[in-house]
Each structure stands twice: as structure tokens, then as C-alpha cells.
């Protein structure tokens, strides 16, 4: 069947959408459209200027024999600042205090809009280096991680806490947890990581970045490197703090149990990178 | 901004993909192309005949004031077929063998593309269920439950065996795990459910169903209703079933250590459902 341009252009959309940085070669929309490598390439230019104006994405050509179209996930600086904002205002919800002066926040893990927005925006701020897997800890990581990783279009892989039959050999590490500074362990499947992978670690919260210490020392055990840290939420923390580098989305300043009061800012975000549409 | 057809049909499809099951409003996007209702009516008209033409699912139109259209994702049945053929094929690599019969399967949790099919087809299989929210257990379920919410456009929620101070107060039961015997327990946050929702059980596997019935105790004292149970895997189990209503997309028939065999069909997706393009 040939396909019109109008029905083209909303197929490769859903495509691209479903296969973020993948390479598709023109030849493989040629065939699949029965339509000619012009006509193809003037549908791409179509896409890529929309997807670029509306916030969407970029849309990649790579040149030569061996070459196609990448679609890679991309934020504009105005519509990241104000999911950023949108964040924080819900957040900063004193109905979110729990005693001992936690945050509740379980319910914005769960929320896939939210977490396809969160995911879209830390993997447009890593989208240029060069990442094979991402890794998180059990279990709050977990769903950021899988949408980071869809984004980026690499697989995720999980830390745990304890260890199981169905995960094979692990390697286990311990480690001092930054604030409480109690000693715990963390295991990895031996399977789950190829030695020298290129690894961007991922979590939802970071306080002392204990956690996230034990995670780079269990990446050592694997010969792997750590090309990026990104958290949903950082917490102000008085001492030295483990890690340095590392990108936030959002900076939980300071929590008043007794005045119910959350103050809550943009993370580093924004200072950091440049990697806007 | 004047938007063009070719435009719109790019970011509504866009849009549509990020939304299922959301009802916009022709308003919405008039507003948005500043475009008049008509031409986004046929807009919608082509959008919706590619998605069903390509698989990609239906675009349901809602009479009335208050009406507008919803994107839901649907299957079709020759692709649902081959999609279960290659997680068979995947799944029944003497590879995956570990001590005790066990398989590692924690790879296939960890794979965006393959989630996203998961989540797409097993959402398909309930999409005229009235669902609240869907629900499962720490840590390998949340995966499934993740790309399942997306696709169903429904929060999800993760019961735990062990107990955190970041969820606030908590229901707990006891349960019996239904191959190994044991009594095992495990709790879920009293803010995460609200009373009387209607919920879609979903893991990624189940043997005897122990787990699954904890849940389903579980939802009981939260006054909660079971409208449906998904499962990415199930594995034969010579005795009585605890669970008898569930869908599943492969089933895992033997495991024979020995000889180094895996025997793995489709599960009982096909045979319960209709519900495809």
C-alpha cells in the first residue's frame, strides 16, 4: 500500500516517538511507505521543524551509505522552567509532612505524566555524552530511571538492597549512608552489567549522596564509569557533601515541621547546561 | 501562529501519544492551531485512520458539549501474536538459567522497547475496564506496572515488604507465599489508595498467585475492588491455583535444568480477550 504524506507523517511521528535516538535509515521509510527517498526526506524536514518549534525534540541527520534520521528528545529552556516550577509548587504541599520531617512524595513517583516530563528533561540534559545503561537503587529509583532511560534509549539496571535467587551471582559492596551514617549493603547482578559500560546513575533523592557513593564504588567493582549523576530532588545538607557533580531538578531548601512550611527551588538545573531546543 | 495540516497532524499525534485515554476537546486544539473546529475534525479523521490502520490504537470521539476525542491504545492481534513469539523466543535461552531452576529475567525488566509493548498490550487487554489505578509489589513488578499506568493513563502504586519513614503511615497483612509456604508480610501507604478505588493488579510474575492474593487482601482493607489481573509471565503450577481470573502474555511450562531446557508459550492473552484493532 502507498501511503499519503498526511498518513506518513503521523506514522513516523508515532515511530521516532517510540524509538528515541535510534538511527533509521531512509531507505527503511522508503520501503515501509513505498514512497520515494525525496519525498521521505521532505516528510523529515516537516517533522524536524515541528518537533523543533513545538518542544518536542530535534530530529538528527546522519550522512554517507550507512546513515538515516535519529529523533533525539529535546526541551525547550521556557517549557522545562515551567514543569520545574509546577514541581515545586507541588512539593512545596505541607500536606506532604511526615514526622521525623519527611517528605511524602510516592504519589509524584507514581504519576507517569509527570514521570515521562521528569524523564524527557534529565535525558535532554545528558543527551550528548555518550551513555550505554542507567542505574538506579531499589525501589523509589526505580521509575525515574525507566523513564530516563526510555529517552535515552538504553536499558536501565537496578541496585539492590537485599539479594534474590532470580538475580543470579551479585556483587555486593557496603556503604555509609551519608546522613545516618549506619553501614548498609547494596548488590548488583553480575549479569546485569557489562565490565567497562558507560553508566549514568539516576535516583529520585539525594541528601548527604551516601547512596549514590556506594553506587560509583559498586561501578568500580565492574570496571564501569560514571558518565552523569541525575536526581529528581536534592536536599540542602549542612556538611560536605559526598558528590559534586551532578545535575538536580528540583532543591528541597528547608522543611519547617513546626510552621508546616516546605521551601522548595529549581535544582542546578539550569545553571548547568546548554542543551536547550 | 497558523499551524499547517501537516504540522498538526505531527504535534496532535504527538500529543494524543503522550495523553491515551484523556479527553481533549475540539476547543483545545483549534485554540492551540488557531484553526477552524472543522479542520481539525478532519485532522482527527485522518489521525485516527492511520493509528488503526498501523497499530497503533483508536481515536474515540465523545459527542457533546462537554466532548472532544481520546486516544486509546490498541493492538492489533498479528502484531500482539508476534511480539509474545519473540519474549517466548527470548525467554526460552538456556542462557537465562540459574541455580535452583530459577530464570534471570531481570534484562527484559530492564528494556524500554520491550517494556513499552508490554505495557501497550497488556493495557489493550482492559481498556473498556473502568481502572482508578493500577497496582503491584516491590521491586521486578514495578517495571510492568509503570509502562501499564502509561498506557492506561492511571496513577500506579507499590506495596512493600519492608516498611520506610518517606511513606508515611501504613496498612500491613500477612501472607502466605503460595509455592515456598512461607508466611511473608507486606504493607502499603494509607495516603497512596484512596477507599472504594477500582484497581488493576499487575506483576511480573506469578506461580502459585500467594503474592497476588496478599495484594488482593490487601486491597480489601483499603475497601478497594480487583477489576482486573495482568501478568507479564505465569509458570506452570501443578497444584491448585490461588488465583483463577488473570491475564497472562507467555507461559512458562517447564524448566528443565538438566538438559538445559526451557519450555515457554504463549499464556492465556489470546484466548481470553477481544479487544483488538
Not at 40 to 54: A, G, M, R
Not at 105 to 119: A, K, P, R, Y
Request: charged share 20%; aromatic share 6%.
Amino acid at each position: 500500500m502507498k501511503f499519503r504524506r498526511s498518513e506518513r507523517l503521523i506514522d513516523m511521528t508515532h515511530f521516532l516517538m517510540n524509538h528515541p535516538r535510534k538511527l533509521v535509515s531512509l531507505t527503511h521509510f522508503s520501503h515501509i511507505y513505498q514512497s520515494a527517498k525525496s519525498s521521505i526526506s521532505e516528510d523529515l524536514v516537516i517533522i524536524k521543524n515541528t518537533f523543533e518549534h513545538q518542544g518536542i525534540g530535534t530530529v538528527q541527520t546522519v550522512p554517507g551509505a550507512a546513515g538515516g534520521v535519529k529523533y533525539i528528545p529535546r526541551v525547550k529552556k521556557e517549557n522545562a522552567i515551567q514543569f520545574v516550577d509546577h514541581l515545586c509548587e507541588l512539593i512545596s504541599n505541607p500536606d506532604r509532612l511526615l514526622p521525623g520531617g519527611y517528605l511524602y512524595m510516592t504519589d509524584l513517583l507514581g504519576d507517569s505524566q509527570i514521570l515521562n516530563e521528569v524523564g524527557k528533561i534529565l535525558a535532554s540534559a545528558v543527551a550528548d555524552r555518550d551513555i550505554d545503561v542507567v542505574m538506579t537503587v531499589a525501589t523509589k529509583g526505580i521509575p525515574v530511571a525507566q523513564t530516563v532511560a526510555h529517552h535515552l534509549s538504553v536499558p536501565f539496571i537496578v541496585v539492590r538492597r537485599d539479594s534474590i535467587a532470580t538475580e543470579g551471582s551479585t556483587v555486593s559492596i557496603n556503604y555509609v549512608s551519608g546522613s545516618s551514617k549506619r553501614l548498609q549493603m547494596m548488590s548488583l547482578s553480575r549479569r546485569s552489567l557489562q565490565e567497562g559500560s558507560k553508566v549514568l546513575i539516576v535516583d529520585d533523592f539525594m541528601k548527604a549522596g551516601g547512596t549514590i557513593n556506594g553506587m560509583i564504588d559498586l561501578l568500580n567493582e565492574f570496571n564501569a564509569t560514571v558518565e552523569g549523576i541525575t536526581v529528581l530532588a536534592e536536599s540542602e545538607f549542612q556538611e560536605e557533601r559526598l558528590i559534586d557533580e551532578y545535575i538536580s531538578l528540583v532543591k528541597i531548601k528547608d522543611v519547617n515541621v513546626k510552621a508546616k512550611q516546605i521551601s522548595v527551588s529549581a535544582g542546578n538545573y539550569f545553571s548547568g547546561i546548554n542543551e536547550f531546543l
